[in-house]
C-alpha cells in the first residue's frame, strides 16, 4: 500500500510507501503491520496508488496532472502533450535520426578495437597503394602483418579491401536512409506528419 500526505484536504507531496510512512509517524507507538487508510488519515496521510508514468513517443511529454479520488484512494494521473510547432517538431526528429544512425555505425565496427579502428585508414591507404603499384615498399605496415602472419602481402591486401569494401557499403546505406529519413522530415508541413515519420523512425535501416 502507499500513501500521501493531506495539507487543507488536499494531496500533497510524493506518493511513498509503508516504510516511509512508518518513518514520519510517532516513534515509541506500535502500528499494525499494514497500516489501514483510517489509522494512516489520523495522522494527515491518505491511501494513493503510484501509477507507472506513461510512456510517449518522441513528440510528446509526460507532466504530473495531480491526483484523482476514487473510492478514498488517490490516484496519481498524468498529462501528455504534443510538441508545440512544426520547428520544434522537425528539429527533435532530425536529432533522433541523427543520434539512431550513429548507434548503427557503432553497431558496425563493436567488434572491432579502438586500436585495430584507428589504424584502419592507414592498412586501406597501403592496400590501396600496393593494389596500383605492386610496390611492397609503400605499403611497409601490412608488409609486415603478412610477414608475421605468415601469409603472402597479395592475400592480405584482398582481406583489407574486401572488409573495406564491406564496411564502406554499409556506411553508404547508413549514410543514406540516414539522410532520406532527415529530408523527408523536413519537407513535413505539421507536426502530425512529422510524429508519423517518427514512429517510423527504426524501419528500412541496413543494419
Known amino acids: 500500500m502507499h500513501y500521501v500526505k493531506i495539507e487543507n484536504g488536499q494531496p500533497a507531496g510524493p506518493i511513498i510507501n509503508q516504510h516511509q510512512l512508518r518513518q514520519q509517524l510517532p516513534a515509541g507507538i506500535s502500528f499494525p503491520v499494514v497500516i489501514p487508510g483510517e489509522l ?11 501509477m507507472a508514468k506513461p510512456t510517449v513517443g518522441l513528440l510528446e511529454s509526460v507532466q504530473d496532472a495531480g491526483f484523482k479520488l476514487v473510492d478514498s484512494t488517490y490516484y496519481q494521473t498524468w498529462s501528455i502533450a504534443m510538441v508545440g510547432s512544426l520547428e520544434a517538431a522537425q528539429a527533435i526528429a532530425i536529432e533522433a535520426i541523427e543520434a539512431l544512425a550513429k548507434s548503427k555505425r557503432d553497431a558496425v565496427v563493436s567488434n572491432y578495437s579502438p586500436a585495430e579502428m584507428a589504424s584502419w585508414g592507414i592498412k586501406r591507404w597501403e592496400a590501396v597503394t600496393y593494389q596500383d603499384t605492386q610496390d611492397p615498399s609503400r605499403s611497409p605496415n601490412l608488409a609486415m602483418e603478412a610477414q608475421v602472419r605468415d601469409i603472402p602481402l597479395v592475400e592480405l591486401v584482398a582481406k583489407v579491401l574486401s572488409k573495406a569494401a564491406a564496411l564502406s557499403k554499409l556506411e553508404a546505406r547508413i549514410a543514406g536512409t540516414c539522410g532520406r529519413k532527415q529530408d523527408a522530415v523536413r519537407g513535413c508541413t505539421s ?16 543494419v
Open 40 to 50: 494512516a488519515a489520523e495522522y494527515g496521510f491518505a491511501p494513493a496508488m503510484d
Open 191 to 206: 507536426v502530425a506528419e512529422v510524429k508519423a515519420l517518427c514512429d517510423e523512425i527504426e524501419v528500412g535501416w541496413p
